[in-house]
């Protein structure tokens, strides 16, 4: 089966930068994203990555090393607003087609003045 | 606008009665997904589909039952089987195209389903 690990919670400063780390482990890996969630709101789709390295998307980052099973995504310049929680989530292939998307615990992040 | 769309938002059901989720999308995605949300906690994966008329179980089906009947639809049954159904319900869906850029899944404003 998949298992993903995430921080609980994370807290900083606005301005500053976090970095909330996700292991993982599972079979017929494809992928890595991430997902920022509000409270009471639905998940919205952050990054992907599907090869090792850094994709920039604006103040976020995520990366990637599939050797180690392992993943981040990076926020800078933080805003109040960026108090959310962040999932990581795994996209296997499945044998026969299709994809499944299994999501981690997931980090609630607390942007403090 | 496509979208995904579920309803209704708030759910009171009695307890031993099962309850449908509805969950519609235009996106014209072939993959389709329910996910468990408790207060604080992450996104547990109930059932998901890829192609109309299959669906597989996800990692907490017990007490759950679905159909895929139309591409556009994938209701959730909520069981009397089920023991602990007071929960947030999010409905999710995506492209299966193996394209790198095709990969975000698009969630519905969920259900909070509350059992008395």
């Known amino acids: 089966g998949q298992s993903l690990e995430q921080p609980s919670e994370v807290t900083a400063v606005e301005g500053a930068i976090v970095q909330i780390n996700c292991t993982y482990q599972?079979?017929?890996?494809?992928?890595l994203s991430w997902y920022q969630q509000h409270d009471g709101g639905a998940p919205t789709f952050l990054s992907y990555?599907?090869?090792?390295g850094l994709e920039e998307t604006g103040r976020f980052s995520s990366f990637l090393s599939r050797s180690d099973s392992y993943g981040y995504l990076l926020l800078q310049e933080l805003q109040m607003k960026d108090s959310a929680s962040y999932f990581c989530?795994?996209?296997?292939?499945?044998?026969?087609?299709?994809?499944?998307?299994?999501f981690g615990t997931g980090t609630q992040l607390k942007v403090e003045l | 606008d496509g979208g995904i769309t579920q309803s209704p938002k708030y759910l009171f059901r009695k307890e031993g009665q099962n309850v449908t989720l509805s969950c519609e999308q235009n996106?014209?995605?072939?993959?389709m997904y329910w996910y468990r949300q408790d207060p604080g906690q992450g996104l547990r994966l109930i059932y998901y589909?890829?192609?109309?008329?299959?669906?597989q179980k996800g990692d907490i089906a017990e007490g759950y039952s679905v159909s895929r009947e139309k591409k556009e639809s994938f209701p959730l049954t909520v069981t009397s089987a089920q023991k602990n159904p007071t929960a947030f319900y999010l409905c999710?869906?995506?492209?299966?195209?193996?394209?790198?850029?095709?990969?975000?899944?698009?969630f519905g404003q969920g259900t909070r389903l509350t059992v008395v």
């Open positions: 989530a795994v996209r296997d292939i499945l044998t026969g087609g299709g994809n499944k998307l299994t």
């Open positions: 990555n599907a090869l090792d």
């Open positions: 999710a869906s995506s492209s299966t195209d193996r394209g790198l850029k095709n990969t975000e899944a698009f």
């Open positions: 996106l014209n995605h072939d993959a």
């Open positions: 589909s890829q192609i109309v008329n299959d669906f």
């Open positions: 599972t079979s017929g890996f494809y992928g």
